[in-house]
């Protein structure tokens, strides 16, 4: 008889798993029964994508959708939305779960467990703070809520966090038409970038029209007659708000787990070996486990869709009978706020003060393409490198078009562990309409070692 | 006394060498007398902007000078111009230099020598080849020479070689509105790259009105009474020229040193040791040397601006009295033909045959962004790994806007020398504006790994 997998999550990480687990039990002439449950009503979509498409950039909720439920269907696996885990027994090997849709709840038994309920954004820990009105974006279920409001629709727009997702949404409802302000409590927006740089997001987003106050703590929602959230209030000030969101981060949605007696780290993230395996017949990946920092040599919790998708990837191809591995992180992500890109990988300047770390930070200006080529356009590297091994830490890329995808040089070189007087010696690619003649990373780089 | 450094050649190797020497000698306590003679009008300046210059994006030749001779003089080079060497005695320590301007012929002695003669374009061997209207493409006289003829203006251009120089300046006199042939011996243009990706450069250079013929060698040039040429003959045909570029590539300009009895490789090229050291006192950097190939390993002639910089850096840090070394490159370029990006390093599948190496090579299609988002454009990107090791040999990528600064992850792959399976699973940069999930790098290293 089939072994059973049952998958918990249908997004990126639960359903590259169970496709892949297939594929590689197919190829070890083996027989699985795949069944995934999910409590909303999609599978594999772009939660990343989940902005642009409130903006206006992307259609439909569709367009998000990688592959849809009965396209996994059609590949043999069981689908199964509106259905919610609410019990977990591992050493029995059942999960119960809650048809929303009948109103019926059934235990699965199962032989292989994959854990994929990935993470929830974090509501801050005040009053008002379940108001209506207040939106999560995790989910497309989440993003559906979201237009719903703004169909009404509502003038002015608060949104807590000046992160990824809270640049992304503010710049959302810019578009929209809304009046924004985001509130964050750092000294400058973008928390993951130093504040030297995040300057240079500060300034976009106000050539943008939003409102930016920083430095500034959520202390409480008002509410209206209604029950629905009216203003947001800081320890900077009381703003009005017709819809809040937060782009305060997520938490990874383990209750499940620890409820199973799973271990967990601090984040609250699952624990996986490098196959993604956590006890006996259970595996879990994406945005409910914590990850392996290669630069921080710690686990961390970054969910990120990228890392989901390789990691529910090797989750399945170990699963199915083959093998691989998750080799862990550098810490590399990117956006863009209206014309402004920014990218950042390893760590910063104030990630090396913070781990009493000896180092040398240096920044230079540059430009994306030949300084005399048409079309080209600043660009900041900012570079932290270990003294005295000369070993790259980390860097920050702030700049317009074409530079942000440089940082995947500088995640390469932390990947390989390259000191910044080799990174500056490598062999990069260079025309006149592509880079200078040292590309940025390289002059940053450069100075960095003769800095050392 | 200080010691004299006379550089012969004050282009990006010469000058980078000749500032380099300058700043380590002080660094070091020393002084040094820099003289630097060059046979053209200028110092240090961008010869792979020449076609972009020609094709009217940057305004004058001075946009492509990095620094003046006046501005190298300011830092203390004795900088001079339309002075030719012409002869050379490395035992004695002195060269004989013409300067044509005042007419006089002198020697000058020194302490340390700088060979950065860079390169010569190659002439076809072939009658009439010495003829008017036949212009290579090296120096910033070569481009004025060209631009002085279109002002004629000619009708009828034919490019001889679709490599890099080749698509540029075909492209660049399309939009000046020339009819353009290009005739290039191979199966299809830019046979840096394998044949498969070769149609689409096919494609895109007949998309922009280019007639190109492949397959055809050049057999004769064909001159009017003035001894002008007026057409090309090829064992395909003869084609009308009012002009002629030769994109045929460069060979070492290395005469004055073959006379001197330093050490030359097969290609011509000078061979130096990693700090750019030739002989006692005489070193060299740029177009005319050989340099190591850390995939191949093996030497080669690859006349790059970005390897002259950084050559020309490290031979300035050790003549004056530092300590670099220049480590190699993997083969790393790119360029576009109109809409057209084009990249490659390390081995394509047919240098990986010709070498006879046990191999896989896979293509895959792929966007430049999420493939739901606006402005995401197609990406192919070929990649050829060794079999069994997994190790990356090469990578090859063709696209619009976007794709081919890819190619710089691929270079440090090889750098480091990653495998695919590794490669596929390294932290790049994720977000809808910027990438597929999956970047498209890490989607061909995937299958190729698949593959193995």
């Known amino acids: 008889m089939a072994d059973r997998v049952l998958v918990i999550g249908a997004d990126a990480a639960g359903m590259s798993a169970a496709s892949q687990a297939l594929r590689s039990a197919k190829a070890a002439g083996r027989s699985l029964e795949v069944i995934a449950v999910d409590r ?8 990343c994508g989940i902005p642009y498409w409130i903006a206006g950039d992307v259609p439909s909720p569709g367009a998000l959708v990688a592959r849809s439920p009965d396209e996994h269907r059609a590949n043999g696996i069981d689908v199964r939305l509106v259905t919610e885990a609410v019990a977990l027994d591992t050493d029995a090997g059942w999960v119960e779960v809650v048809d929303h849709a009948a109103g019926r709840t059934e235990r699965i038994g199962y032989d292989e467990l994959v854990i994929a309920t990935g993470a929830a954004p974090v509501r801050p820990d005040v009053p008002g703070a379940g108001a209506a009105g207040i939106h999560g974006v995790q989910t497309l279920d989440d993003g559906a809520a979201v237009l719903e409001s703004l169909a009404r629709p509502p003038e002015r727009a608060v949104v807590v966090g000046a992160g990824y997702i809270g640049l992304e ?9 809304l009046a924004v302000t985001v509130v964050d409590r750092g000294e400058e927006p973008m928390n993951t970038l130093d504040p030297d740089l995040g300057t240079q997001v500060h300034a976009a987003m106000e050539r943008m029209g939003i409102d930016v106050v920083t430095s500034a703590a959520v202390t409480a929602f008002e509410t209206g007659p209604g029950g629905a959230v009216t203003a947001i209030v800081t320890d900077a000030g009381t703003y009005p708000a017709d819809i809040v969101v937060l782009g305060t981060g997520v938490r990874p949605a383990t209750g499940l787990a620890r409820a199973a007696g799973l271990p967990l780290g601090p984040s609250g993230g699952l624990r996986t070996d490098d ?14 486990v914590e990850t392996w920092d290669r630069v921080r040599r710690d686990w961390v919790h970054v969910p990120l869709g990228t890392h989901a998708n390789k990691q529910g990837r090797v989750l399945g191809t170990n699963l199915g009978g083959g093998q691989a591995r998750f080799p862990g992180i550098v810490g590399t992500a990117l956006t863009k706020v209206c014309d402004l890109e920014l990218a950042r990988t390893g760590l910063t300047e104030g990630d090396a ?4 770390l000896d180092h040398v930070a240096v920044t230079i200006e540059s430009t994306t393409r030949s300084g005399y080529f048409p079309g080209t356009r600043p660009i900041t590297v900012k570079m932290v490198a270990e003294r005295p091994t000369g070993r790259l830490l980390g860097a920050q890329i702030v700049g317009r078009d074409g530079s942000a995808k440089r940082i995947d040089v500088c995640a390469m070189a932390l990947w390989t562990e390259l ?14 309409p592509f880079s200078s003649v040292w590309d940025p990373v390289q002059i940053a780089a450069r100075k960095a070692a003769d800095r050392l």
Not at 40 to 47: I, P
Not at 419 to 432: C, N, R, S, W
């Open 419 to 432: 000191t910044v007087g080799e990174l500056a010696m490598t062999d990069l690619a260079y025309a006149p």
């Open 353 to 356: 003060v913070a781990a009493g």
């Open 169 to 177: 949404m503010a710049e959302a409802m810019v578009r929209r038409g």
């Open 275 to 288: 196959t993604q395996r956590v006890a006996d017949g259970v595996w879990s990946a994406g945005d409910c």
């Open 40 to 47: 909303g009503h999609w599978t594999s979509y772009s939660a």
